[in-house]
């Protein structure tokens, strides 16, 4: 590990979400994700820029860098491998971009489960044709400086969402979240549950036998006047 102040690669953690755990999880919608962990992480900031198809589901390799800067995401790029989403906290700043269609065509050939960048993109016209997933903050046409500082396999901070290496980090059209490594068969069961609810109150509907009780019930307690 580098100890220049600025400049520090930190052992990648070996991978605590097996490739079948992480199946699972693209096989959940984000927002039920979300609402097995009580609705209260993740971002909607952060937009999908990538051809859509179904939901990204990857462990983490952070990187955290200068805004406007990607020397240490080229980095990231050659430790990367099948699994993986790049997760860059650049300070959601412009006005260079992070990333453009030179590294994704790295990252594609690479076998990455997406980026995440809290910064800016551009070729975003390209971006929007691949199907790797691509969240960012927005668009800047200014390339990239590759001077660093930054730093690889650390803590960072994507719109006020922690991301530590090895997390789960997914997301769909809805957002992104990320899940603990320690709590992803958890968190994985709780959403199944959701399922299976959701699939039941989706089939009452068609049935004609929704029981919307529940509403006059709630508003009864409020002290509302029907």
Known sequence: MSTL???????KPAPTASNALLERYRSFPVANVS???CRTVGTTRLRPYHRRDGVMAGRALTVRTRPGDNLMVHKALDLCGPGDVIVVDAGGAGPNAIIGEIM????????????VIDGLIRDSDTIGKETLPVY???VSHRGPYKDGPGELHVPVCIDGMVVRPGDLVLGDGDG?????????????????????TEAAVLESIAQGRADRSWVERTLREKGVVV
């Open 35 to 37: 609402d097995a962990m």
């Open 136 to 138: 960012a903050r927005g």
């Open 176 to 196: 992104l979240l990320v899940v603990a490594a320690e709590d992803a068969e958890e968190i994985a069961a709780r959403v199944e549950n959701v399922q299976r």
């Open 5 to 11: 102040h600025g400049f520090r690669i930190h052992p």
């Open 104 to 115: 994704l065509a790295l990252a594609i050939a690479r076998g990455a489960a997406g980026f």
